[in-house]
């Protein structure tokens, strides 16, 4: 069956274990995690969880319906027509070209977030293609460390 | 009330008016055992190894309906309970796991019996708990007894640190639970089963397929009555033998990879599948892609995880069995003419009298399909079986005449060999008026053979008659079939004397090597009343038959052959 790529949103309890929970769903069923995104949901009990992955459609429908059962789970969302961000932190030696730098960070949503005595750090944000798009393009910089931050969704 | 943790344990068991637990003392649980000793509300049964501790609360649950309590230490008592808590987590039985932690001073640091236990048990129970500080014990309890037993029922594991049990605090079991997150649909979405029994009523040749969820909610009764007003022909799965009556008209067989001819068949043939608690199980359904293929599907399932999982189903509802059969039957009075099945009905029967479940009888040896039928013969509706895994299971599951719901109990999900002879001391312990027998193997039995320990200690006389072909049968069954007769590692012609095993123990123990001979050790030990083992020497090569060989089409069967030539 063709796998494709799939995000999937969870809402959950703020307790202990409940993580491992979720994740071995997927790697019981030999899935991996592309990325995984967590934080608490202001003025409640509960977190957000972002997980993109990829599959079969019968697995991630199934892996979704698991994960409803699990007892701490409140919602699950397999997304369909949602908005999708990602953040990524880029680090440069100071001798490459800054202002090239930033103009192309502004490109995606950013700008250089801090300049130290041997490196400057940049910051970006945006669909987590064209952060790819923008990591390629950024290559002929010298990055010296990327972070990203693994893909946040929102249904439309 | 401010107590102990330990003494929280007990009063939250006495307060769901739990009167068995099953179980195995240790270092990290003494705390619990030492408040055990001071009640007398409800009895410990100790068990000789806690495997058989979580497979006699099972037992103990199924033949009861109610909760199954048990009781381990951390470390290896936990580990060696596991193969329990799965089996239970693969036959959705609601039960309740307490097990001893080391002291939370201690967690991480590979100290003395120290296992991450809640890491392990969490892919095989339906919820889990590391209790950390016993104000959360009354809760906790309360939750895991009300998750175990409602919804699509399982184990739940609580792990509680020895310090723990030892922490004095505040306890309130008067709580209700409140979980957000969890609330299980029992009513069934009243269209979507309107729109299925409209497809019962447009359908030619409609089948009942009924699981192993009937039984877990209790409508075993609701079910015979629909399937009697509506006149459509049921197959069961293994699971779910003792929902109709074995001498219902409507009931073709068990179906699977050894059900029946006429089930398989039907299966087979049918246009509606009505899926009540079933599963779809590869052992049920053979190759999927062949499977029920002309037909559409209504699927009644508490667990919506469970519905459209390996076959889609056309009409999917969300609930209880009893609640949606009720609603159902409702319905089919003025939407359902029973006679409109008759001419599938006899196309069903057709089947059956042109390969009807049967044997062929040999001179020089027992049949094992005959000591079954026989213990049907002189038991019937007074008897409780059970079974360990392999050739004696299917044959149990074939030629037994189950007349009830909680009649058959058996490890279907999980296959544990070592399953019957712990469950049925927990049987016997449920329902002490009826015979508790357990069919099993020479090869299952050495399983979990020191129980027979705990049934002479506890008097909870149970009947293990050994179907004693000196192979693992079942294993040796397929390497003759499939793997061109080389028996690698599975002839037991090895064997202690189970009679003197029996007696060592303090039971009773009968070889047999004739009909006759196994009649009398039936009624011997039945009317001795200890626990026994009776050893009968069957047929050495007998198969397991129809056989759908594995991911074959449940139409493609090895059938009997008839030795009249």
Same mark, same amino acid.
């Given at each position: @069956?063709e796998?494709?790529?799939?995000?999937v949103s969870?809402?959950?309890?703020?307790?202990?274990?409940?993580l491992?929970?979720i994740?071995?769903?997927?790697?019981?069923?030999?899935?991996?995690i592309?990325?995984?995104t967590?934080a608490?949901?202001?003025?409640?009990?509960?977190?957000?969880?972002?997980?993109?992955?990829?599959?079969?459609?019968?697995?991630?429908?199934?892996?979704?319906?698991?994960? &409803?059962?699990?007892?701490?789970?409140?919602?699950?969302?397999?997304?369909?027509?949602?908005v999708?961000k990602e953040?990524?932190?880029?680090? !440069?030696?100071?001798?490459?070209?800054?202002?090239?730098?930033?103009?192309?960070?502004?490109?995606?949503?950013?700008?250089?977030?801090?300049?130290?005595?041997?490196?400057?750090?940049a910051?970006?944000?945006?669909?987590?293609?064209?952060?790819?798009? !923008?990591?390629k393009?950024?290559?002929?910089?010298? =990055?010296?460390?990327?972070?990203?931050?693994?893909?946040v969704?929102?249904?439309? | 009330?401010q107590?102990?943790?330990?003494?929280m344990?007990?009063?939250a068991?006495?307060?769901?008016n739990?009167?068995?637990v099953?179980?195995? =003392?240790?270092?990290?649980i003494?705390?619990?055992?030492?408040?055990?000793?001071?009640?007398?509300?409800?009895k410990?049964?100790?068990?000789?190894?806690?495997?058989?501790?979580l &497979?006699?609360?099972?037992g103990?649950? /199924?033949?009861?309906?109610?909760?199954g309590?048990?009781?381990?230490?951390?470390?290896?008592?936990?580990?060696?309970?596991?193969?329990?808590?799965?089996?239970?987590?693969?036959?959705? $039985?609601?039960?309740?796991?307490?097990?001893?932690?080391?002291?939370m001073?201690?967690?991480g640091?590979?100290?003395?019996?120290?296992?991450d236990?809640?890491?392990?048990?969490?892919?095989c #129970?339906?919820?889990n708990?590391?209790?950390?500080?016993? +104000?959360?014990?009354?809760?906790?309890?309360?939750?895991a007894?009300?998750?175990? %037993?409602?919804?699509?029922?399982?184990?739940? &594991?609580?792990?509680?640190?020895?310090?723990?049990t030892?922490?004095?605090?505040?306890?309130?079991?008067? /709580?209700?639970?409140?979980?957000?997150?969890?609330?299980?649909?029992?009513?069934? +979405?009243?269209?979507? $089963?309107?729109k299925?029994?409209?497809a019962?009523?447009?359908?030619?040749?409609?089948l009942?397929?009924l699981?192993?969820?009937v039984i877990?909610?209790?409508?075993s /009764?609701?079910?015979?009555e629909?399937?009697?007003?509506?006149?459509?022909?049921a197959?069961? #799965?293994?699971?779910?033998r003792?929902?109709?009556?074995?001498?219902?008209?409507?009931?073709?067989?068990?179906?699977?990879?050894h059900?029946?001819y006429?089930?398989?068949?039907? @299966?087979?043939?049918?246009d509606?599948?009505i899926?009540?608690?079933?599963?779809?199980?590869?052992?049920?359904?053979?190759?999927?892609?062949?499977?029920a293929?002309?037909?559409?599907v209504?699927?009644?399932?508490?667990?919506?995880?469970?519905?459209?999982?390996?076959?889609?189903?056309?009409?999917?509802?969300?609930?209880?069995?009893?609640?949606?059969?009720?609603a159902?039957?409702?319905?089919?009075?003025?939407?359902?003419?029973?006679?409109n099945?008759?001419s599938w009905?006899?196309?069903?029967?057709?089947?059956?009298?042109?390969? =009807?479940?049967?044997?062929?009888?040999?001179?020089?040896?027992i049949?094992p399909?005959w000591v079954?039928e026989?213990?049907?013969?002189?038991?019937?509706?007074?008897?409780?079986?059970?079974?360990?895994?392999?050739? &004696?299971q299917?044959?149990?599951?074939?030629?037994?005449?189950?007349?009830?719901a909680?009649?058959?109990i058996?490890?279907?999900?999980?296959?544990t060999?070592?399953?019957? !002879?712990?469950?049925? $001391?927990g049987?016997?312990?449920?329902d002490?008026?009826?015979v %508790?027998?357990?069919?099993?193997?020479?090869?299952s039995?050495l399983?979990?053979?020191?129980?027979l320990m705990?049934?002479?200690e506890? /008097?909870?006389?149970v009947?293990?008659?050994?179907?004693?072909?000196? !192979?693992?049968g079942?294993?040796?069954?397929?390497?003759?079939?499939?793997y061109?007769k080389?028996?690698?590692?599975?002839?037991?012609?090895?064997?202690?004397?189970?009679?003197?095993?029996a007696e060592?123990?303090?039971?009773?123990?009968?070889?047999?090597?004739t009909?006759?001979?196994?009649?009398k050790?039936?009624?011997?030990?039945i009317e001795?009343?200890?626990?026994?083992i009776?050893?009968?020497?069957?047929?050495?090569?007998e198969?397991?038959?129809?056989?759908?060989p594995?991911?074959?089409?449940?139409?493609? @069967?090895m059938?009997?052959?008839n030795?009249?030539?």
């Amino acid at each position: @069956m063709e796998n494709e790529r799939r995000v999937v949103s969870v809402i959950v309890v703020n307790e202990a274990s409940v993580l491992s929970r979720i994740t071995d769903l997927f790697s019981g069923r030999g899935y991996n995690i592309e990325s995984l995104t967590v934080a608490p949901i202001p003025d409640s009990k509960y977190s957000r969880l972002t997980i993109v992955t990829a599959g079969s459609v019968r697995v991630i429908e199934q892996i979704t319906k698991q994960l &409803h059962k699990l007892i701490p789970i409140l919602r699950v969302y397999d997304h369909v027509d949602f908005v999708e961000k990602e953040m990524a932190l880029i680090k !440069f030696p100071i001798s490459e070209s800054i202002t090239d730098i930033d103009i192309l960070c502004q490109a995606y949503n950013g700008k250089i977030v801090n300049v130290g005595a041997d490196m400057v750090v940049a910051m970006v944000a945006d669909e987590p293609k064209r952060i790819d798009n !923008f990591l390629k393009a950024i290559s002929r910089f010298n =990055p010296k460390e990327i972070v990203r931050g693994g893909a946040v969704a929102l249904e439309r | 009330m401010q107590i102990s943790g330990a003494q929280m344990v007990i009063e939250a068991l006495i307060a769901e008016n739990v009167d068995t637990v099953f179980g195995y =003392p240790g270092g990290a649980i003494m705390n619990v055992y030492d408040e055990i000793y001071k009640q007398d509300s409800f009895k410990h049964i100790l068990t000789r190894h806690e495997q058989a501790a979580l &497979h006699a609360a099972e037992g103990y649950s /199924k033949a009861s309906g109610k909760v199954g309590v048990a009781m381990i230490t951390s470390g290896p008592g936990f580990t060696n309970a596991v193969t329990g808590i799965a089996d239970a987590y693969m036959d959705s $039985i609601p039960m309740v796991v307490i097990s001893g932690q080391v002291p939370m001073s201690l967690i991480g640091t590979d100290a003395f019996q120290e296992i991450d236990a809640v890491g392990i048990s969490r892919s095989c #129970t339906k919820h889990n708990y590391l209790v950390t500080d016993a +104000n959360d014990l009354a809760r906790v309890l309360k939750e895991a007894f009300y998750i175990a %037993s409602t919804g699509r029922p399982g184990p739940v &594991h609580v792990d509680i640190p020895k310090d723990v049990t030892a922490q004095i605090a505040e306890f309130d079991y008067s /709580k209700p639970v409140s979980l957000e997150t969890y609330k299980p649909n029992t009513k069934g +979405n009243t269209r979507q $089963i309107k729109k299925a029994v409209e497809a019962i009523s447009k359908a030619k040749r409609p089948l009942f397929y009924l699981g192993g969820g009937v039984i877990n909610s209790n409508a075993s /009764k609701e079910v015979r009555e629909f399937v009697k007003m509506t006149g459509i022909p049921a197959v069961e #799965t293994f699971m779910a033998r003792g929902t109709l009556s074995y001498d219902d008209p409507l009931l073709i067989s068990m179906l699977g990879m050894h059900g029946s001819y006429a089930a398989n068949m039907a @299966m087979s043939e049918t246009d509606l599948v009505i899926a009540l608690g079933a599963r779809f199980d590869d052992r049920v359904t053979g190759k999927l892609s062949e499977f029920a293929k002309n037909a559409d599907v209504i699927h009644v399932d508490i667990d919506p995880a469970s519905i459209s999982k390996l076959v889609n189903a056309n009409f999917p509802i969300v609930g209880d069995i009893k609640v949606v059969v009720n609603a159902m039957i409702e319905l089919a009075k003025s939407m359902l003419n029973p006679n409109n099945y008759k001419s599938w009905v006899d196309t069903v029967n057709n089947f059956d009298k042109l390969h =009807p479940l049967s044997y062929n009888e040999d001179t020089e040896s027992i049949k094992p399909q005959w000591v079954v039928e026989r213990i049907g013969e002189i038991l019937g509706d007074s008897a409780n079986i059970t079974t360990d895994v392999g050739q &004696h299971q299917m044959w149990s599951a074939q030629f037994y005449p189950f007349t009830r719901a909680r009649q058959f109990i058996s490890s279907g999900g999980l296959g544990t060999m070592g399953f019957g !002879f712990p469950a049925a $001391i927990g049987v016997k312990r449920a329902d002490m008026e009826r015979v %508790s027998i357990n069919i099993t193997g020479d090869g299952s039995i050495l399983m979990n053979i020191q129980e027979l320990m705990t049934a002479v200690e506890k /008097k909870l006389p149970v009947i293990n008659v050994i179907l004693n072909n000196n !192979f693992l049968g079942m294993v040796r069954q397929w390497q003759t079939l499939f793997y061109d007769k080389r028996h690698s590692e599975t002839d037991l012609s090895v064997q202690p004397d189970f009679v003197k095993v029996a007696e060592s123990f303090g039971g009773v123990g009968y070889r047999v090597s004739t009909k006759e001979e196994f009649d009398k050790a039936l009624k011997d030990a039945i009317e001795k009343n200890v626990v026994a083992i009776i050893d009968v020497k069957v047929h050495r090569m007998e198969n397991v038959l129809p056989m759908v060989p594995a991911g074959g089409s449940l139409f493609n @069967m090895m059938l009997l052959e008839n030795k009249e030539k």
